[in-house]
Every structure is written in structure tokens, then in C-alpha cells.
């Protein structure tokens, strides 16, 4: 039984299309995030939600929205999707923004 | 966000030998956590440092938090495949960030 859990694990699109990568936990955590990891493995935090309020979004281009419809669940919708958006999207979950974080699997998006 | 410097960025041993990865900041952070990330996967948390000073063994894994709470540094004692990975520190300023990152790849 997935803690986290995200879909797609593999996302091949063109640039300028719209996309959604989908997040769920069932961990009855209160916070959420998204991270990107790139191709130097740099795993940078880009949003973080605590009862579906968002908390934290770092300088990520207006182009990357994320929805939370409930406690257990974080999607992330991306816009006009560009070449150096390819990377690895992380989802993950934690009781509290300052305890362990539990990731799901991993989302590859590459933009051709 | 708050820049967290790990060296070295990428390590390749023999098994059975021991190594250390650093992590080090000019910030001071409450608490700092190490994660271990495999091909394919999400990283996974090893251990969470409190204490300037603190010292943690996970097996053959040392962890230990700066006096100041500024770094911290991983020791493994005699390595093996299985250690193969990447390496996570994140310091908790309120949130945590992640350091860059060490690759260990462990030869058999």
C-alpha cells in the first residue's frame, strides 16, 4: 500500500502543451509539497501546502499551478510547457513542515 | 532559500572501504536531516540531528551535527553495494532545503 503516491512516473509531451501530474498520500499527513529535481540531482522545493492552504512557493514561473481538493492530495498543472521544464517532479508528505518527509516515486517529465 | 554545500559531489569506491560525505552552510539550522535517494526512486530519510555536537550510528552509518549547527558530516564504515546512492542532507530553517547532493557508488 503506496504512502505517496503519484502519476504519471513518465510524462513525454511537446513544448507549449498543458500538463497534470497527480499526488495523493494516505498517511493523514497535514503537509504537502512539490520538488523538482534536475539533471545535477538538485532537489529544490517549489510549493508547500498545510490543510490544503498554501505555504510556502518559491520563485517558480506562473506557469506551474498546484491544487489542493483535499488534505490527501496535491496535483500539479503546468502551462505551455518548456524545454527546461524537463526533469524529475517530486510529491511528497509530512506530519509537520519540520519532521520527515515521505516521497512518492517520482514523476519524468521531458519536453521534446 | 537557504544554500546548503555538500562535498564531494560525486564519490566511487571499493567495497570495504570507509568514506565521509560533508554538508556544510554559513546558516545555522534547528535541526538537519540526512536522506538516501536510489535510481528511480524518492529520497528516504536515514536519520534527523538535533543537537550541536549530536552524534548518530545507523550500523555502519555515523552521522554527526556541527557544535554550531552550521554542518554535519556522514561517515560509512566499510561500505558495500548496497550503500550505492545519493546522499541527502536538508537543514530545517523553518522549512527544510536540500544540499546538493553526493553520488556514491560503491564497486564490488
Known amino acids: 500500500d503506496t504512502a505517496v503516491s503519484q502519476t504519471p512516473k513518465y510524462l513525454v509531451t511537446q513544448m507549449g502543451n498543458d500538463k497534470s501530474i497527480k499526488c495523493e498520500q494516505n498517511?493523514?499527513?497535514?503537509?504537502m509539497y512539490w520538488y523538482k529535481q534536475d539533471s545535477k540531482k538538485f532537489l529544490k522545493i517549489m510549493f508547500s501546502?498545510?490543510?490544503?492552504?498554501?505555504?510556502i512557493n518559491e520563485t517558480v514561473p506562473n506557469r506551474f499551478s498546484p491544487k489542493s481538493p483535499d488534505k490527501a492530495h496535491l496535483n500539479l498543472h503546468i502551462n505551455s510547457l518548456e524545454l527546461g521544464d524537463s526533469a524529475v517532479y517530486f510529491c511528497?508528505?509530512?506530519?509537520?513542515?519540520?519532521?520527515?518527509?515521505?516521497f512518492g516515486q517520482g514523476t519524468r517529465l521531458t519536453v521534446v | 532559500t537557504q544554500l546548503l554545500e555538500q562535498s564531494p559531489q560525486f564519490l566511487s569506491i571499493q567495497e570495504g572501504e570507509n568514506l565521509t560525505v560533508y554538508c556544510n552552510s554559513s546558516?545555522?539550522?534547528?535541526?538537519l536531516q540526512w536522506y538516501r535517494q536510489e535510481p528511480g526512486e524518492g529520497p528516504v530519510l536515514l536519520v534527523t540531528?538535533?543537537?550541536?555536537?549530536e552524534v548518530k550510528k545507523l550500523k555502519r552509518l555515523t552521522f554527526q551535527f556541527g557544535d554550531a549547527r552550521k554542518d554535519s558530516s556522514l561517515h560509512i564504515t566499510a561500505a558495500q553495494p548496497g550503500d550505492t546512492g545519493l546522499y541527502l542532507c536538508?537543514?530545517?530553517?523553518?522549512?527544510?532545503?536540500f544540499g546538493t547532493g553526493t553520488s556514491l557508488t560503491v564497486i564490488p
Open positions: 540531528v538535533v543537537t550541536g555536537g
Open positions: 511528497a508528505s509530512s506530519r509537520t513542515r519540520r519532521t520527515e518527509a515521505f
Open positions: 501546502y498545510n490543510n490544503k492552504e498554501l505555504i
Open positions: 498517511l493523514g499527513h497535514d503537509t
Open positions: 536538508a537543514g530545517d530553517s523553518g522549512q527544510f532545503y
Open positions: 546558516s545555522v539550522f534547528s535541526s
